[in-house]
């Protein structure tokens, strides 16, 4: 399938801070893929670049079959969703009104608004201005905005600021409709674990660098974080040489309670131990997770990542 | 073409809304009648005088009036909604800079326009209507010619309001260089060249053309030329006043200030990042 976006050894320059150093990204229709980093490490630039708010000073982007900055821009704006960090609206307008504007703006279906505002739960809020509306209305707002018009490529910053937990995965799941509507994805997000169950790949960045790229998997075999094992049982912590034998360190988490790491190649010989252990009642098994992974890479140093200038 | 229309619409409609059009309206038209009646206060009496007195004083009050309205109404139409934070998102959809900056042109420029029309000309109707012997013909023509250099001085500070909006990048700083730019075409310019004219002694013939380089002076040159009993009143226009060219300059003179700050307000929106 055709590339939707295409980032080729990108690098935008302010001065002389380097926002972005040459940055390779190619994002197939479908996908969903998360920009992920410290404040300041590029994310919101990407946006900027692939919105064609801004042009890069070196290297080449390409969405939906063109740069984003030139004349193909208001044809790819059309098929383009957009939900900003910290979105905000037109306080004097009512919730409906704000989205009818953006609506005849991007020619989209007027019908669409109602639709839309039902999709976000906000028909009761929908003839009030939005000054009344709180940091989740706003944010709910956002998302319809960005949904009008059917659009092909959806840009989400920060998408779940400001978003009860109950109402990020309502939000992720209806993304995630859009998503396997062929809809591609590229959302930026600080709260990794609701991201985690959604996302095809990651991009790890860190000062405008690559430090990481792909699917979970990928990024685990990279990483070789350890697995968790969480052990319940009695007398754990005192069998010491047990743990010696498997070269294990365990971490005591009450009386009954252990938690070791074990490298992810030594998992099936320390399961097997464990098992024959009459004193164990129960095994949790966790890999690491996105948010591990993210930690792992962006503390490693830049110079040791392979592949970070590539 | 479409979008900006929609945009247009909406400013318009923003100006309803928010009472502009409704504030300014009756502004004008108060000011307008109050001008009218007490037209010959300073000869110590009340009620209508002349149409000439009446329209010269209402020019004098256009000429401060409506450049700072334009300048309020405009000055934060770019720069108000990059830090309300809405110019973002605006700059991602489907319309070029050019549109959504001309677009709010012309909503403004449509506030002003309904506006100054309903204001002055409530005005002239409660004057036809009230005072005496009032040769409406001339107040009807008199009339037209003050609305339309009212609204053509009004589209000139909107075009430096857009200009100052789209290049400073915080409201309260627009704000000030809106009001130094209000300083500088009302009052300085005319103090500047009333020392002129009192200090070049011959050959001041390029004095009047220096009235064309201020589209203040232009609004008062269309407005006060057709009145000759007028001239001792007019103070800087009579420097004008031996038809030192064509009454087409003004009104050409001030299109030009509309034209020449919106393009360069457009080329700068152009390199504007958001």
Request: charged residues 15%; glycine residues 8%.
């Amino acid at each position: 399938m055709n590339p939707v976006i295409e980032l080729q050894r990108v690098t935008k320059r302010h001065g002389a801070l380097v926002r972005l150093a040459e940055i390779d990204l190619t994002i197939k229709e479908g996908e969903m893929l998360a920009l992920l980093g410290h404040n300041g490490a590029g994310k919101t630039t990407i946006m900027k670049l692939i919105l064609g708010l801004i042009a890069p000073s070196s290297g080449h982007v390409d969405v939906l079959g063109g740069a984003p900055d030139g004349p193909h821009a208001e044809r790819l704006r059309r098929q383009l969703g957009y939900l900003p960090e910290n979105v905000t609206f037109y306080e004097q307008l009512t919730g409906r009104e704000v989205l009818t504007y953006f609506a005849r703006l991007k020619q989209a279906d007027r019908h669409q608004v109602t639709v839309l505002l039902e999709r976000v739960g906000l028909v009761e809020a929908a003839d009030r201005r939005v000054k009344t509306y709180s940091k989740g209305m706003r944010q709910r707002l956002g998302l319809a905005q960005a949904l009008l018009g059917y659009p092909r490529l959806l840009l989400l910053d920060e998408p779940t600021t400001g978003l009860d937990p109950a109402a990020t995965r309502d939000f992720y799941q209806a993304v995630k409709a859009l998503r396997d509507n062929g809809c591609t994805v590229l959302l930026s997000s600080h709260v990794l674990p609701g991201i985690e169950p959604y996302i095809d790949r990651a991009l790890i960045l860190g000062k405008g660098r690559r430090l990481a790229l792909g699917s979970l998997e990928q990024l685990r075999e990279e990483a070789q974080l350890p697995l968790t094992f969480r052990i319940h049982g009695t007398l754990l912590a005192m069998q010491s040489q047990l743990w010696k034998a498997m070269s294990l360190e365990p971490t005591p988490i009450n009386e009954r309670c252990v938690e070791v790491n074990v490298p992810a190649e030594n998992k099936m010989q320390v399961l097997r131990q464990l098992t024959t252990m009459p004193n164990i009642d129960d095994i949790e098994l966790s890999p690491p997770t996105l948010e591990h992974l993210y930690t792992h890479f962006s503390t490693r140093p830049a110079s040791l990542t392979p592949g970070a200038s590539a | 073409m479409k979008a900006m229309f929609i945009v247009a619409a909406k400013e318009f409609q923003d100006g309803l809304r928010n009472r502009w059009v409704l504030a300014i309206t009756v502004i004008l038209a108060v000011l307008a009648m109050g001008l009218a009646y007490f037209g010959a206060a300073a000869s110590g009496g009340l009620g209508f005088t002349s149409l000439a007195t009446t329209l010269v004083s209402l020019s004098t009050l256009a000429v401060f009036l409506i450049p700072l309205i334009a300048l309020m109404l405009a000055y934060d139409a770019v720069v108000g909604e990059q830090e309300a934070g809405t110019l973002l998102l605006l700059l991602t959809y489907p319309i070029s800079r050019s549109a959504l900056l001309f677009g709010k042109f012309f909503g403004h420029g449509m506030i002003l326009a309904v506006a100054t029309l309903l204001g002055f000309g409530i005005a002239g109707i409660v004057i036809a209507l009230g005072a005496e012997g009032v040769p409406l013909i001339q107040l009807t023509v008199g009339l037209a010619r003050l609305i339309a250099s009212s609204v053509l001085l009004g589209w000139v500070f909107l075009a430096f309001a857009y200009l100052i909006s789209v290049t400073v990048t915080e409201k309260a700083r627009a704000a000030g260089l809106a009001l130094g730019v209000w300083f500088l075409f009302v009052l300085v310019f005319d103090l500047v060249l009333l020392a002129l004219l009192v200090g070049v002694k011959q050959g001041g013939d390029w004095l009047p053309y220096l009235m064309l380089l201020n589209p203040t002076d232009s609004f008062r040159l269309i407005n006060l030329s057709g009145f000759d009993s007028t001239q001792l009143e007019s103070g800087i226009a009579a420097i004008a006043q031996q038809g030192a060219f064509h009454s087409a300059w003004p009104p050409l003179a001030m299109l030009v200030w509309v034209v020449v700050p919106l393009l360069l307000a457009v080329r700068r929106f152009h390199r504007h990042t958001a």
